[in-house]
Each structure stands twice: as structure tokens, then as C-alpha cells.
């Protein structure tokens, strides 16, 4: 009606000549991942596309991430953290960005979805995300579904680095738990992790991780079951703001409604040094050398190994601050066993158990405890 006109065709199938959008200019993960079509989709865009503009003409990009090195990849800026909105490019002129993911990640969310919600439900129920999450493997999910594509050997930890175990050790020298806390009102869309490692004079497995976005109370409870069950030597909590009152109550001993008495925690309060990235690269060499070990399955395994190798552009770091601030503390402890523990308690022993440790611990940096 308003003598518009529309061409499609393949973004390296000869478009000069026309005018033209982008639509996913990449076929699929063989061309996504040959660099030498990614440099050709680029030279096309700049030189066969981007200069057939008119003035005052618009550019449209709809894309599936393939690989963060796609046309998308070099026109976002470096930092780009999944946002949507205006960002300034690579290339100093400006975007309006709309990220849809699979599952809400962000508060700026183009549907006004809330954290964890999942994409067309009408669709697609939950049991269908979930299921297509877990078979995708964290590549193609973080790639195609949410639209973050990370390097595929990693970014600041390399995929190749952590040596995996199939069912863990029966026996640890010590089993620790490292909080990162945030359930302060400002930091209620952030999510508390909690990591439990195990031990050896090998290696440190990671056992367990629970994550969640709590409130106080909740926080409390959860450390609280999880201590119970875990009777670990020490629990590392970093001594800021949001951590403090956790500190001093775990000190006093929490009180639970369905417990008879304080559950007193030992806590050891952790002062960071340098930046978080300063605290990754830190401990970087110890995932480079094979001595932490992650678990071949788990149901917690991808949401982690997508942070932990998208650090520092995924969007969220909670459970990579929980990880370096217990592989940092180990590193700079060290102990003199007694015995050993068989690991997690069992429900019937919970209740009975006041400690299966016998460990006198001396820390290079914070002492004896």
C-alpha cells in the first residue's frame, strides 16, 4: 500500500544490486563454527549489505546466536551482557537491541517476564523447557535458547581444565561449604549459592550446589538443613554487609521452630582481596592443573558450568564468587587430620550427630580455627 517492496535471499548469495534486512545469517553450527564463513558473513555484511543503505536507511538484524563470534558478536559491544535496549556497537554507531531468551535471565526482560520464566508458555510448558535444557547441553543452550553464546573452550576457565568423577569419594580429609549471600532488598533478584566441597589430598570435588533467590529467613533455614546434613568442617562466609548478621547468628546459634536447640555453625568470615576477576584468575591455575574435580552428572551441573566458563560475560557470577572464595581459602589452608568423614549423614544420624570432624585446621592467613 505504501510501495514498500521486499527480497530475501542467503547473506552470501550475491545481494548487490537490492536493498535488504538480516535474517540469521547463519545456516547452522558447521558454518557457525568455521571461521572462514564467520569472516565471509562479515565482509558480506560490510561490504555487500551495509553499502547498499539509503540515506537515513535502518538496518535489521534477527539472529540466532551461533557462536559469540557470529555477525551479532562483532557488532555488540565487548561487554555486552545480554541487556536489551540501546547499546553503543563495535563500531561506534548505536542499536536498539531485543534479546528474547528461553528463560528469563535478566529484570529488563523485552516481554516484562519475571526471573525464571520461560518463553511462549501458551506453547511451551515448563516440562518441555526443562526437558529441551537438559538435552541441549549448556553449549547450545546458552548459544541458541538464551541467546549468549560463550567460547566454546571457555572464557577465563577452559571446558578442558576440571577433571570429572562419577560417584564421589566415600571419605573426605575435610568437607567445607562456601555462601555467597544476597538477600538484602536491594539484592533480592540476585541469587544466594551455596557450594559444598569435599577434600582429598588430591583433588577438591565440588558435591553439591543449591541456589536460590531467598530472603533472610530463608536463608537461615536452608544454611541451617544443609549443615545438618553436611556436618562440614567450615562454612566461608564473605564478611560484607549481607553476610555479617549471618556470621555473628551462626556464632550464636540459629534457632529453628522445629529444632530444639541452637544450631551453632562454624564460621569463618572472609575478607576477598582484589576485584572478581582478579579473584578468578587467582585461582585459575588450580583448574588448570586437575586438582578440581566436577561431578559427570548432576542436576545443578549445566546452570553452573555456564557461569563458571561464560565468567566474567555471563550474566550472573554467584556461583563463580562462592567457588574461587573456597578454592582461594583452601588454597592458603592447611590441615592436620585425626579422622576422617564418611561425607553427608544420613536423615536418622542428623538429629543425633553433634560432629563427625576431628580435624585441628591452621590457615596460612586467618589462623587456627
Known sequence: MNGSTFMCGGILSGITGNRADIDDPVKG????????????????????????????GSQLIIQTRWHEDDLSGRILPKNWDGHSGWVESQQGDWWYVI?????????????????????????????FWTSTKRGQGSRNWDALYQQKP?????????????QRYGEPPTEFMRV???????????????????????????????????RDRVEYPALKRVLANHYMAW??????IEDKSS????????RDGIILKDYPKPIHIPVIAIEPEGNKVDRAVRVSSQFEAGIVYLPEVAEWLMDFESELFGFPIATHDDQVDSTTQFLDWSHNSSINIDYVSTGKQTQAHQAESTGAFGYRLRSKKYGDF
Not at 558454518?31 to 543503505?53: C, G, Q, V
Not at 556436618?231 to 566461608?236: D, E, G, I, R, Y
Not at 553476610?243 to 551462626?250: A, D, M, R, Y
Open 29 to 56: 553450527r558447521e558454518d557457525a563454527d568455521s571461521p572462514t564463513i564467520r569472516d565471509k558473513t562479515w565482509e558480506a555484511y560490510l561490504s555487500d549489505l551495509k553499502t547498499r543503505l539509503k540515506p537515513n
Open 99 to 127: 534479546c528474547l531468551q528461553a528463560q528469563c535471565e535478566r529484570e529488563d526482560d523485552p516481554l516484562g517476564r519475571e526471573i525464571g520464566e520461560w518463553l511462549w508458555p501458551e506453547w511451551f510448558d515448563a516440562e
Open 150 to 162: 560463550k567460547p566454546v573452550e571457555g572464557s577465563l576457565i577452559k571446558r578442558a581444565w576440571p
Open 176 to 210: 567445607v561449604f562456601s555462601l555467597d549471600t544476597a538477600y538484602k532488598e536491594d539484592q533480592i533478584n540476585d541469587p544466594s549459592v551455596l557450594t559444598i566441597w569435599g577434600e582429598k589430598e588430591h583433588g577438591k570435588y565440588l558435591l553439591h550446589v543449591w
Open 231 to 236: 556436618k562440614p568442617t567450615a562454612v566461608l
Open 243 to 250: 553476610g555479617q548478621s549471618l556470621l555473628q547468628e551462626c
